[in-house]
T-cell receptor
Framework: DGGITQSPKYLFRKEGQNVTLSCEQN?????MYWYRQDPGQGLRLIYY???????QKGDIAEGYSVSREKKESFPLTVTSAQKNPTAFYLC???????????FGPGTRLTVL | GENVEQHPSTLSVQEGDSAVIKCTYS??????FPWYKQELGKRPQLIID?????GEKKDQRIAVTLNKTAKHFSLHITETQPEDSAVYFC?????????????FGGGTRVLVKP
């Protein structure tokens, strides 16, 4: 999982602003994922992408958008439509076939 | 879709004792069950996983058991140490050729008291 990077580590947003969280991997993994984690809670899937130029909604996609123009990159945009975006956001990737997901270090987003 | 329930939500054990965390899943087609450990403010780290063709797997002080009939799996930590204190998550998925969509349990906060 050392090959997955997320930036920034901390992000502050004013209400009504869109912000984009970066996720990059150099592991040559096909699939990438975005999760949201609220304090003391588990991980909930926002979006996932199994291949370049294709992605699917997860369980809590409303108020979020993604793109997958390159295999290495899967940025997440938190839009102003997301009413309660303060959370810890984790990106993950997995190689082809029967293998697990490996997580990036996360971005902590706070709405001011 | 898949639903994973995890118990207990918190677990306090004395150093040297064993800890057991249990998860149940709803989709009988699920065939891959990883366990992650997450320290405060850090990323989840895979500690052990098991596939549906295996009933038990061990790695030093950690073991996982799977009962496909009952649709539950458990994490066992023996001889607990203070560094085992963390939040542990179970997950389940049906592995496909092009990636997998993990469903996580709600997590168990483990505290090992010295």
């Amino acid at each position: 999982d050392g090959g997955i990077t997320q930036s920034p580590k901390y992000l502050f947003r004013k209400e009504g602003q869109n912000v984009t969280l970066s996720c990059e991997q150099n592991l040559n993994h096909d699939a990438m994922y975005w999760y949201r984690q609220d304090p003391g809670q588990g991980l909930r899937l926002i979006y996932y992408s199994q291949i370049v130029n294709d992605f699917q909604k997860g369980d809590i996609a409303e108020g979020y958008s993604v793109s997958r123009e390159k295999k290495e990159s899967f940025p997440l945009t938190v839009t102003s439509a997301q009413k309660n975006p303060t959370a810890f956001y984790l990106c993950a990737s997995s190689p082809p076939g029967p293998d697990t997901q490996y997580f990036g270090p996360g971005t902590r987003l706070t709405v001011l | 879709g898949e639903n994973v329930e995890q118990h207990p939500s918190t677990l306090s054990v004395q150093e040297g004792d064993s800890a057991v965390i249990k998860c149940t899943y709803s989709d009988s087609a699920s065939n891959y069950f990883p366990w992650y450990k997450q320290e405060l403010g850090k990323r989840p780290q895979l500690i052990i996983d098991i596939r549906s063709n295996v009933g038990e797997k061990k790695d030093q002080r950690i073991a996982v058991t799977l009962n496909k009939t009952a649709k539950h799996f458990s994490l066992h930590i023996t001889e607990t140490q203070p560094e085992d204190s963390a939040v542990y998550f179970c997950a389940a998925t049906l592995i496909k050729a092009a990636g997998n969509k993990l469903t996580f349990g709600g997590g168990t906060r483990v505290l090992v008291k010295p």
